[in-house]
């Protein structure tokens, strides 16, 4: 089965992306901390990381840099943070795909 973790502080999100990804035969882990959700990246369980901006403990950016230092696992930040300085920072971090959210 694809795993996908979802770093998100949205709750919600998490609770309706885990409804329809597991119809289409995914396996979802959302964490609501950038913390949480580096280790949890790091444990090399996960086909692609989805990833927010703006985290408690440790923002987005943050975890992708640590991340990127120790893994290659695909990451998608999707965020409210849709400004053109906000997607060259996340695809320079090293994200593959940068999609903003209304």
């Given at each position: 089965?694809?795993?996908?973790?979802?770093?998100?502080?949205?709750f919600e999100l998490g609770e309706?992306?885990?409804?329809?990804?597991?119809?289409?035969?995914?396996?979802l882990k959302a964490v609501q901390?950038?913390?949480?959700?580096?280790?949890?990246?790091?444990?090399?369980?996960?086909?692609?990381?989805?990833?927010?901006?703006?985290?408690?403990?440790?923002?987005?950016?943050?975890?992708?840099?640590?991340?990127?230092?120790?893994?290659?696992?695909?990451?998608?930040?999707?965020?409210?943070?849709?400004?053109?300085?906000?997607?060259?920072?996340?695809?320079e971090h090293g994200a593959d795909?940068?999609?903003?959210?209304?």
């Amino acid at each position: 089965m694809n795993s996908i973790l979802l770093i998100d502080d949205d709750f919600e999100l998490g609770e309706l992306l885990q409804e329809y990804l597991s119809m289409e035969g995914f396996q979802l882990k959302a964490v609501q901390d950038g913390a949480t959700g580096l280790t949890e990246a790091l444990s090399g369980q996960y086909n692609l990381i989805l990833l927010d901006v703006m985290l408690p403990k440790l923002n987005g950016f943050e975890v992708l840099r640590k991340l990127r230092a120790e893994s290659n696992v695909p990451v998608i930040m999707l965020t409210a943070r849709g400004e053109s300085v906000d997607r060259v920072l996340g695809l320079e971090h090293g994200a593959d795909d940068y999609g903003p959210r209304p």
